[in-house]
């Protein structure tokens, strides 16, 4: 239930249609209560971080891209979400607990990165058994090998538990899939 303009140059799922059901079922799967505080890491335009913010919580969009930034920025004005969608750029690929505490407090966490994946941002989440724990993750990949590496270390060495998986075929009459696993 959102607006997402983009330009020619911008990236975005070239699927409109099953980019719906991905965020809808992504979304459902995080489960963002009212007056929570989501990290969005990998935000892009807002394709995630918007329809959070419709289900009433605190959303911040992180992105390495400047031009994604403000033209996230632009669509949270547009869907009026503004109050409660905030982005800032970073570089998502050196990131440490230090460079994400700025972020605050957060209840939950979604992961959207490109092919590299996103294990630097996973390394710096709080420990399952810090006070600071997430309640979920949902981490979609469009690279079942990144996310496998990925989901390595939120297991074993940040102490989340695997609780769900499954993909979506994004890119029919290809080999390549979307998948989406949450960790609590």
């Given at each position: 239930?959102?607006?997402?303009?983009?330009?020619p140059?911008?990236?975005?799922?070239?699927?409109?249609?099953?980019?719906?059901?991905?965020?809808?079922?992504?979304?459902?799967?995080?489960d963002?209560?009212?007056?929570?505080?989501?990290?969005?890491?990998?935000c892009?335009?807002?394709?995630?971080?918007l329809?959070?913010?419709?289900?009433?919580?605190?959303?911040?969009?992180?992105?390495?891209?400047?031009?994604?930034?403000?033209?996230?920025?632009a669509?949270?004005?547009?869907?009026?979400?503004?109050?409660?969608?905030?982005?800032?750029?970073?570089?998502?690929?050196?990131?440490?607990?230090?460079?994400?505490a700025?972020?605050?407090?957060?209840?939950?966490v979604l992961?959207?990165?490109?092919?590299?994946?996103?294990?630097?941002?996973?390394?710096?989440?709080p420990h399952?058994?810090?006070?600071?724990?997430?309640?979920?993750?949902?981490y979609v990949?469009?690279?079942?090998a990144?996310?496998?590496r990925?989901?390595?270390?939120?297991?074993?060495?940040?102490?989340y538990?695997?609780?769900?998986?499954?993909?979506?075929?994004?890119?029919?009459?290809t080999?390549?899939v979307?998948?989406?696993?949450?960790?609590?």
């Open positions: 239930d959102v607006a997402l303009p983009f330009a140059t911008d990236f975005t799922q070239v699927n409109a249609s099953i980019n719906r059901v991905l965020v809808r079922r992504a979304v459902q799967l995080l963002p209560q009212e007056g929570e505080r989501v990290a969005d890491f990998f892009g335009l807002g394709n995630f971080t329809p959070i913010a419709r289900r009433g919580a605190v959303v911040v969009g992180v992105e390495g891209s400047k031009a994604l930034v403000a033209r996230a920025r669509n949270a004005d547009r869907n009026g979400l503004s109050d409660r969608a905030t982005f800032v750029c970073a570089n998502l690929f050196t990131a440490t607990a230090d460079t994400l700025p972020l605050g407090r957060l209840d939950r992961i959207d990165p490109p092919r590299e994946g996103a294990v630097e941002v996973v390394k710096s989440l399952n058994d810090d006070e600071r724990r997430l309640q979920r993750i949902v990949s469009c690279s079942p990144t996310l496998a990925d989901a390595g270390v939120l297991v074993h060495e940040r102490g538990r695997l609780a769900a998986a499954g993909v979506v075929n994004m890119f029919p009459h080999a390549h979307e998948s989406m696993a949450v960790f609590e």
